[in-house]
């Protein structure tokens, strides 16, 4: 694939990631800044509210944005790959629907905020993938596969 088309490819995901990304806010929480989630609900119809144990909240909000990323992937022409194991890199790969060679790795990462500020992101290890760009361990694809990579960050108040 020629340079030009790839930075097409690359402009065009990441100006539909960016207004993407901009719009979550809208579904995660109500006009007035609230959670649009409030807790757990089980069989019996007890409800259970949402701790603030950081990885529960994490995996909440991942959930609950996964039903509008699969529509990004839709509206924007890509299939979405979840990585196979936990700690692979990158937790979502795009491959456009009509070339397999059109790859963006996305990674999901969230963090609270701070009286002083904004807690720090982990980003993972920078494991073997960026020393061998090559090579498929720990990784979905070889980290040359990709085209680009991107991260979302959600930043929640508790």
């Known amino acids: 694939m020629e340079k030009k088309s790839k ?73 979405i790959i979840l990585t196979e194991h936990q700690n692979y890199y990158r937790d979502l790969t795009f491959i456009h629907k009509k070339s397999q060679e059109v790859k963006f790795a996305v990674d999901l990462k969230t963090t609270y905020r701070k009286k002083s500020g904004v807690s720090s992101f982990t980003l993972g290890s920078h494991g073997s993938y960026f020393k061998e760009r090559d090579k498929n361990k720990n990784i979905q694809y070889p980290y040359n596969e990709y085209l680009a990579h991107f991260c979302l960050g959600v930043i929640y108040t508790r």
Do not use: C, M
């Open 7 to 79: 930075n097409r490819l690359k402009k065009d995901f990441k100006d539909a990631w960016n207004i993407f990304s901009e719009e979550l806010e809208k579904y995660v929480s109500t006009e007035n800044g609230d959670w649009s989630v409030k807790g757990f609900i089980d069989v019996y119809k007890n409800i259970y509210t949402i701790s603030s144990d950081t990885k529960i909240v994490s995996k909440i909000l991942e959930i609950h944005i996964f039903p509008q990323i699969l529509q990004f992937a839709e509206e924007n022409n890509y299939n």
